[in-house]
Every structure is written in structure tokens, then in C-alpha cells.
């Protein structure tokens, strides 16, 4: 019996495992093909992209259904715990750093290339002999119109109802933590059912606002330099509300089937971290991208 306890406070290490490696793969796959697609080949790169997105899904079901068994065993003690925190921690500060990226081209194109094509400071030249008739006021499609003519989303209209559920669901997510810490099992569930509910109806709307630009607003990922901004930015965001829901739904089921206690929840509270940093982007978003 005491060795039994001794071994819990040791480290846990699992034994090698080829999920990781299977991940890599079918990433590469989903993501190579869709490179493929978005650049014109239509013929099968659709499907091999299809293929890749579930290959992925299964790699993450299995190799996540490994952790949780491990959980539940109870190989995981204060150690593992802190190596989770840590690890979620660093994770949300690289997507922090990836956004801050694409934040940092649109203040780059916005207030510093516009104005050097528009000929201020010691650009004039190259507005003079190159695009003479380029006039560097935002949205722009590029010199020479290259673009194509466009509206913008009206920022009051989809983009706000959708930053309303946003706010509204980190409302309903923090409701489920106080929750699972006060062991009500009803308030756990129904703040992330509607968390969960509230995120697909965002990612419902995001999809009238992409129909809606590319239909009737000749909004486009080729419509110059603010398009292809606009839907970087809105559209990676989209990804991570997509893959935040699904966190959020399988975290769903796991309390559905008792998993968690008040004292012992940190799968439910990195999904909760994760879901906040994406309402916090979105409000850069809105901000930045549909109002200024």
C-alpha cells in the first residue's frame, strides 16, 4: 500500500503514444489541401481537404479520450495539474501573439503603407510616377482599383448582434463555473448549454455576413488589401469560435455524465479560459475592423 502511494506522487509520464504524430499528418493534409482549393483546384482538393478535417477530428477524439481515462484513473496529481495550467497558459499567450500579428499588419497597412502610397512625407514620389490617381483612404482596394468596387459591413447591423451573444456568453459560461464550484450540477449544465447554443448561433450569423458581403456587397478575399484583412482576421476568428464551441459541447457531455467536482475542474476551466480570450478578440475586432 505504501509503495501504491508513493508511486501517485511521482510524475505521471505516459507511455509513447502515435496520436500526436497522426495529428501532425492529418493537419497538414486538411491544410495543404485547402491551400489548394482557396488557389483555384476545385477538382478533388475539396475532398482531400474534407478527409484531412476528419482525420483530425478523430486524432483529437482519441488522443483527448486518452487524457480524459487518464483523469479519471487518478494518475494526476498537484504536479500534472500545474503542467496543465502552464501549458493553457503559454498556448492562449501564442494565439495572443498570432492575432496580435494580424492586427499588427491591418495598423501597418492602414497607418503607415496608405499614406506613404498617398505620397505623404518622403513617399510623394512614388505616388507621383506610380499611382498618381491613388488616394490612400480606407477601406481601400489598392492602387489601380485592383480590387474591384465594394461596400463594407454595416458594423451595426450582424457584427453587433453577433458582439452581443459573444458578451452574453461569457456571461453564461461564468455562470456555469460558479456552478461547478457550488456543485449544482443544474446551473453547470444549463450555463454551458446555452454558452454551447450561443456560439453556433454566432457562427450561424458570421455565415449571413459572409453570403451577404460576397453576393451583394462585392466584398471579397480579392477585394484588395482591406477584403483580404477583413476576412484574415474575421475568418480565423470564425475558426476559433468553431473549435471553442466544440470544446465547449464535449466539456457539455463530460458534465452531463458527472465528470469535474468542485475542487477538481481544470479541463472545464482552460476551455473557459480559451472562450473568454476569444470574446476578447472579438471586441478588437469589432472595434478595428467594422467601425474605425
Given at each position: 500500500?505504501?509503495?501504491?502511494?508513493?508511486?501517485?506522487?511521482?510524475?505521471?509520464?505516459?507511455?509513447?503514444?502515435?496520436?500526436?504524430?497522426?495529428?501532425?499528418?492529418?493537419?497538414?493534409?486538411?491544410?495543404?489541401?485547402?491551400?489548394?482549393?482557396?488557389?483555384?483546384?476545385?477538382?478533388?482538393?475539396?475532398?482531400?481537404?474534407?478527409?484531412?478535417?476528419?482525420?483530425?477530428?478523430?486524432?483529437?477524439?482519441?488522443?483527448?479520450?486518452?487524457?480524459?481515462?487518464?483523469?479519471?484513473?487518478?494518475?494526476?496529481?498537484?504536479?500534472?495539474?500545474?503542467?496543465?495550467?502552464?501549458?493553457?497558459?503559454?498556448?492562449?499567450?501564442?494565439?495572443?501573439?498570432?492575432?496580435?500579428?494580424?492586427?499588427?499588419?491591418?495598423?501597418?497597412?492602414?497607418?503607415?503603407?496608405?499614406?506613404?502610397?498617398?505620397?505623404?512625407?518622403?513617399?510623394?514620389?512614388?505616388?507621383?510616377?506610380?499611382?498618381?490617381?491613388?488616394?490612400?483612404?480606407?477601406?481601400?482596394?489598392?492602387?489601380?482599383?485592383?480590387?474591384?468596387?465594394?461596400?463594407?459591413?454595416?458594423?451595426?447591423?450582424?457584427?453587433?448582434?453577433?458582439?452581443?451573444?459573444?458578451?452574453?456568453?461569457?456571461?453564461?459560461?461564468?455562470?456555469?463555473?460558479?456552478?461547478?464550484?457550488?456543485?449544482?450540477?443544474?446551473?453547470?449544465?444549463?450555463?454551458?448549454?446555452?454558452?454551447?447554443?450561443?456560439?453556433?448561433?454566432?457562427?450561424?450569423?458570421?455565415?449571413?455576413?459572409?453570403?451577404?458581403?460576397?453576393?451583394?456587397?462585392?466584398?471579397?478575399?480579392?477585394?484588395?488589401?482591406?477584403?483580404?484583412?477583413?476576412?484574415?482576421?474575421?475568418?480565423?476568428?470564425?475558426?476559433?469560435?468553431?473549435l471553442g464551441t466544440l470544446m465547449l459541447f464535449i466539456i457539455l457531455l463530460r458534465c452531463l455524465k458527472g465528470h469535474f467536482s468542485s475542487h477538481d475542474h481544470f479541463g472545464f476551466e482552460a476551455v473557459a479560459w480559451y472562450w473568454h480570450f476569444v470574446d476578447v478578440v472579438w471586441l478588437g475586432l469589432f472595434i478595428f475592423v467594422y467601425i474605425l
Amino acid at each position: 500500500m505504501a509503495t501504491e502511494t508513493s508511486e501517485h506522487h511521482k510524475y505521471y509520464v505516459p507511455e509513447p503514444s502515435p496520436w500526436p504524430f497522426m495529428l501532425t499528418v492529418s493537419l497538414f493534409f486538411m491544410l495543404g489541401s485547402g491551400a489548394f482549393w482557396l488557389n483555384g483546384s476545385t477538382t478533388v482538393a475539396p475532398y482531400f481537404a474534407a478527409l484531412g478535417l476528419a482525420m483530425t477530428l478523430v486524432m483529437v477524439f482519441i488522443w483527448f479520450r486518452d487524457v480524459v481515462n487518464e483523469n479519471l484513473g487518478g494518475v494526476y496529481g498537484h504536479q500534472e495539474d500545474m503542467t496543465y495550467r502552464w501549458a493553457m497558459g503559454w498556448f492562449i499567450f501564442s494565439e495572443v501573439m498570432f492575432f496580435g500579428a494580424f492586427f499588427g499588419a491591418l495598423f501597418y497597412t492602414r497607418m503607415i503603407a496608405l499614406p506613404w502610397l498617398n505620397g505623404e512625407g518622403e513617399k510623394f514620389f512614388t505616388n507621383l510616377y506610380l499611382w498618381p490617381e491613388f488616394e490612400g483612404a480606407w477601406p481601400s482596394n489598392g492602387p489601380g482599383n485592383v480590387g474591384g468596387d465594394f461596400e463594407t459591413v454595416n458594423a451595426w447591423h450582424l457584427p453587433l448582434l453577433n458582439t452581443v451573444l459573444l458578451l452574453t456568453s461569457s456571461v453564461t459560461v461564468t455562470w456555469a463555473h460558479w456552478g461547478l464550484k457550488e456543485d449544482s450540477r443544474w446551473k453547470l449544465c444549463t450555463g454551458l448549454a446555452a454558452t454551447v447554443l450561443l456560439g453556433a448561433v454566432f457562427l450561424y450569423y458570421q455565415g449571413l455576413e459572409y453570403v451577404e458581403a460576397y453576393q451583394h456587397l462585392g466584398l471579397t478575399l480579392g477585394s484588395g488589401i482591406y477584403g483580404s484583412t477583413f476576412f484574415l482576421l474575421t475568418g480565423f476568428h470564425g475558426m476559433h469560435v468553431t473549435l471553442g464551441t466544440l470544446m465547449l459541447f464535449i466539456i457539455l457531455l463530460r458534465c452531463l455524465k458527472g465528470h469535474f467536482s468542485s475542487h477538481d475542474h481544470f479541463g472545464f476551466e482552460a476551455v473557459a479560459w480559451y472562450w473568454h480570450f476569444v470574446d476578447v478578440v472579438w471586441l478588437g475586432l469589432f472595434i478595428f475592423v467594422y467601425i474605425l
